[in-house]
């Protein structure tokens, strides 16, 4: 079987999607798996590094109104779209399985005139025009949201890496807060704002350095590899961590009793998969599909939610600080949190794909 997955741009949509690849490759390493992305995403670096063949098409982001880029839309759309074939045909697809981006677009409708069967996942509460557009192409459409609104939809979670859904957090916890030079006795607040880093969260946890530090509480931070600081935290006790990027999150995770971020489908779908509470701070602009993704989660008791405007030093100090110091409340918090994951939508997910091919 000739597997073809198209999702690109930001670690929500490749994660997803290269989760199901090892699945699929556990279940027959015969399976041919090939990725379809663009040049302006990060697939160009998480593909290759998890040893898949990454196959390159235009990216044709599509304007969301009446705009004069729409004029050129037909055309460069075309083009993505004979790429897009061109891709299906050298991998003698079997399936398209499309986890949204700009990528998918054209690979949707490359499969529909390739007459290749489509499969959807929507990580999101709110789809994408992409997946939206996928969606209407096919009966096969399946999400890591229980309140997505896509039509004919099956929930059943989102595909999380195996090191992600395996995690022990408490046998591994002592290890990997060695990893990063943390002590392993005090409390951690893991910092982080999704693949690119958020400034508002690096500006806020960065000026509540002194007080988490004055009660005991040591931080991991990971800034983002494009953002800079302008005043790092000076060495000390407990110590104050600042990283541009992880590789291994697991262990980031494994080292954390409490975290600090946004509330991006993967982010969230990986906290409570593993039971780890955090405080969600849902991206300002957008369509409000991260507060919906952080808000239930709240709701169920597995973490707090503030806006970006709202989120300051002095928020961290007030209503994390007291968390972190009270070991009873991170435990009920992570059994809240455990409670709204799900660890096995990659296994569901790569039957169905077996199913729907065979």
Not at 27 to 48: A, K, N, W, Y
Not at 67 to 76: E, I, S
Not at 176 to 186: D, E, K, M, V
Request: hydrophobic share 45%.
């Amino acid at each position: 079987m000739r597997v073809v997955l198209a999702g690109g741009g930001t670690a929500g949509h490749i994660e997803p999607a290269l989760a199901l690849a090892d699945t699929l490759r556990g279940i027959d390493p015969g399976i041919g798996i090939t990725c379809m992305g663009t040049d302006q995403g990060l697939e160009t670096r998480l593909v290759p590094a998890r040893g898949y063949d990454l196959e390159l098409v235009p990216a044709v982001p599509l304007p969301r109104s009446i705009t004069p880029q729409l004029l050129a839309m037909p055309g460069r759309l075309a083009g993505a779209v004979n790429a897009a074939a061109a891709v299906l045909d050298r991998a003698k697809a079997d399936v398209l399985i499309g986890f949204g981006g700009y990528v998918a677009t054209p690979a949707y409708l490359a499969a529909k005139r390739r007459g290749v069967p489509i499969i959807v996942h929507e990580a999101n509460p709110r789809p994408g025009l992409a997946n939206r557009l996928g969606a209407k192409l096919t009966d096969h459409v399946f999400t890591g949201h229980p309140d997505c609104t896509l039509a004919k939809a099956a929930y059943i979670g989102t595909p999380l890496r195996r090191e992600i859904v395996h995690l022990d957090r408490l046998s591994t916890g002592d290890r990997a807060r060695s990893w990063f030079g943390l002590q392993t006795h005090r409390p951690t607040l893991l910092v982080f704002g999704g693949s690119r880093g958020a400034a508002s969260i690096n500006r806020a946890a960065l000026a509540a350095a002194p007080a988490l530090r004055a009660a005991g509480v040591q931080v991991l931070h990971v800034i983002g590899p494009r953002n800079t600081v302008e005043h790092e935290p000076p060495p000390g006790d407990p110590q104050y961590v600042l990283l541009p990027y992880v590789d291994r999150m697991d262990l980031a995770y494994a080292a954390a009793d409490l975290v600090l971020c946004r509330g991006g489908a993967l982010t969230c779908a990986e906290l409570t998969a593993i039971g780890l509470p955090a405080a969600y701070v849902p991206l300002p602009h957008g369509n409000g599909e991260q507060r919906v993704n952080a808000g239930r989660i709240a709701e169920g008791g597995g973490g707090l939610l503030v806006d970006d405007a709202g989120l300051s030093s002095d928020w961290i100090v007030q209503n994390m600080l007291p968390i972190l110091r009270d070991p009873e409340r991170v435990a009920a918090m992570s059994e809240a949190a455990l409670a709204l994951g799900r660890k096995d939508a990659d296994t569901t997910l790569a039957r169905k794909v077996l199913e729907i091919t065979r």
